[in-house]
């Protein structure tokens, strides 16, 4: 029987099998809450049916409301009133969940009265991720059926859990080992035969947290959200859910909701979660098969080329990596294997799983090793001359079809790539560290790229489950050029009257993890007052040029690892340092200026505002290939806090 275009009914026996069919995710479109709320009248008025299973089409169940919807004028009719519908219903209706049952999809499934779900699957309520709260009983019926500090970690982190975690915690009542429908089946006829269980809503929380949990739990999340209000909206929704009479902390759940869904930090979460989708669309359109990548070589095992090669080696690849000399092979392959093990401490790979990962790992220095490999990632020393040379022993050795690529930060892949034989089959791909953590890939497309090249960065990206964005060639391409634009204003703000730990106050305030001039002391001094000395020579005369950095690293202050950088250590924490303020005092002195103060507001809208003018720069040069690109590579790249949406998002560009 069909209801409306996504909901149809159909009946075994006693059975009815109620099956949505919205793809791609199934989300809770308005058809698809008018179809489940007619199949909940009709199914009331067929006196045969025992018990209703809710399945889904497709690869998953439910994956939430339709984010599109978010935000406009919610229409009929709405999801709590379908959820409500469900959970009265005379006879038990049974989630079948495979895939994901997210946000308003576990809603629903909460409304049902029986939940199975496949080996697999996951579960969350992930609204605080797109600065909203659950909207549709999720604070509500969740902690009525797990235990209170297990629904505050779901709700308030937004990560879901699996379907075995579900299984412990009781939100599920069973995994089905094989058939998912036939598994619910069972579970609907037992609860047919057992009576309908109590509704959530008329049962008491579970394990419900202390007056002091919830203070303890505010102030976790106060200092790790950094800002954004939703994980505490979620807690607050919480806390209603634990004090009030269930219907009442329900309506009070909805106001939350409705009113969050129309907050600027939701319109930015919204904003990233369908630019991180569409980043990286040129390499998907690329007409052309990719490389393999069951084995890529990498050339260098320092701090990326290590990083690289973990990943490669978690995402089942073997990976041949050269290096200098026999020592350098063994320092690289000890910290490669430092990260595998770092991996398997965190639960990520099993035994088996560590022990296969390292044995797909080979290294040495002699590049015949790489000739059965068609993708090689060198990650050699920022120089050119080296890179020069690693590729022309490259180009030499492979076979013609192979793509080589640079992980360069900043060089000219299109010179690059000029000096090989085979130019279109050059490209960058620029990792950031972490390599092995860091979501963000940075395609540095030459010239004359091949497609072949494109779609082999994009099945890599999708291969190690990253976020590729498509960038020109540029001194920086887009991230560390926009990067080294505002760190240059920065300095020059020292100048005129701020201090370092003030500009770093301000921007973690504003939402970064960390301000600029930690993140420098962290990543050291050394490579950039290289870079600096080297185009001194063709620095125009009258470009503003702020010496402070050259002098600290003239006293060998290049960060943590020299024990004193932008700041000074004391245990390891970064102090303000009387001879940094110094040091900035007399630039301000011998450049004639006068200091002034900078509030936190000026700090924050000189960075915008420069970060901005360098990335429309950046746009109008065809460097991006959109503003969303922009904004994906400032949050994942650069610790741009996600949900302030990105400086494109910010300036109202997108
Ligand atoms: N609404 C609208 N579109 C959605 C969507 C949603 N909830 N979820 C996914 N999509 C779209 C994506 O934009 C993408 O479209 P495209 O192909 O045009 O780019 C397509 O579906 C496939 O998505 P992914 O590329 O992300 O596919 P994956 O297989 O990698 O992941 C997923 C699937 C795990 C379901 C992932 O898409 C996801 O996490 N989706 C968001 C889930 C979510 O946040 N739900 C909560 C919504 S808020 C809510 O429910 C409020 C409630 O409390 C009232
Ligand atoms: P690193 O100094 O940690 O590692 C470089 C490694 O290359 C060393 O282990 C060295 O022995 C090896 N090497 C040098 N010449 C070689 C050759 N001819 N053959 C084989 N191996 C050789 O440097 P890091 O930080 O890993 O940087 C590597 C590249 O990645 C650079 O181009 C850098 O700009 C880029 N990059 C660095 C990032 C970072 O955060 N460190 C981020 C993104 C890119």
Known sequence: MKLSDPVTISQKGDLAIVTIDNPPVNATSQAVRAGLLEAVKRIEAMPEVAAVVLACAGRTFVAGADITELGKPPREPHLPDVIAAI?????????????????????????????VAARGAKLGLPEVTLGIVPGAGGTVRLPRLIAGADALDMITTGKPVSAEKALTTGLVDAVAEDDLLEAATARAGALAAEGRPVALLDRDPVAPLADADWDAAADRLRKKARGQASPLEALAALRDSANLPAREALTRERARFLRLSGSEEAAALRHVFFSERRAGASLKAAEAAPAD?????????????????????????????????????????????????????????????????????????????????????EAVFEDMDVKTEVFARLDAIMAPDAILASNTSYLDVNALAARTARPERVIGLHFFSPAHVMKL????????????????????????????????????FIGNRIMSAYRRECDFMLEEGALPWQIDAAMRDFGFAMGIYAVQDMAGLDVAWAMRKRRAATRPADERYSRIADRLCEMGRFGRKTGAGWYSYEDGKPVPDPLVEGIILEESERLGIARRDFSEADIIARIMSLMQAEAQAVLDEGIAEGPTDIDVTMILGYGFPRHKGGPMFLAGRV
């Open 87 to 115: 959970e009265a219903s005379r006879v038990p209706w049974v989630a079948a969940i495979k895939g994901a049952a997210l946000g308003g999809g576990l809603e629903i499934a909460l409304g049902c009265h029986g939940r």
């Open 293 to 377: 990548l069951g084995h890529v070589g990498v050339i260098g095992g320092g701090t990326m080329g290590a990083g690289i090669a973990a990943a490669l080696l978690l995402s089942g690849s073997r990976v041949s990596l050269i290096e200098r000399d026999e020592a350098s092979c063994a320092a690289a392959a000890g910290r490669i294997t430092g990260i595998l093990e770092g991996s398997h401490k965190r639960g990520l790979l099993d035994d088996a799983g560590l022990a296969d990962a390292t044995a797909r790992l080979e290294t040495g220095s002699d590049y015949a090793a790489l000739t059965p490999c068609e993708l090689v990632i």
């Open 441 to 476: 890939l940075e395609v540095v497309r030459t010239d004359v790229v091949s497609d072949r090249a494109l779609a082999t960065a994009g099945a890599l990206a999708k291969r190690l489950r990253k976020t590729p964005v498509v960038a020109g060639v540029c001194d920086g």
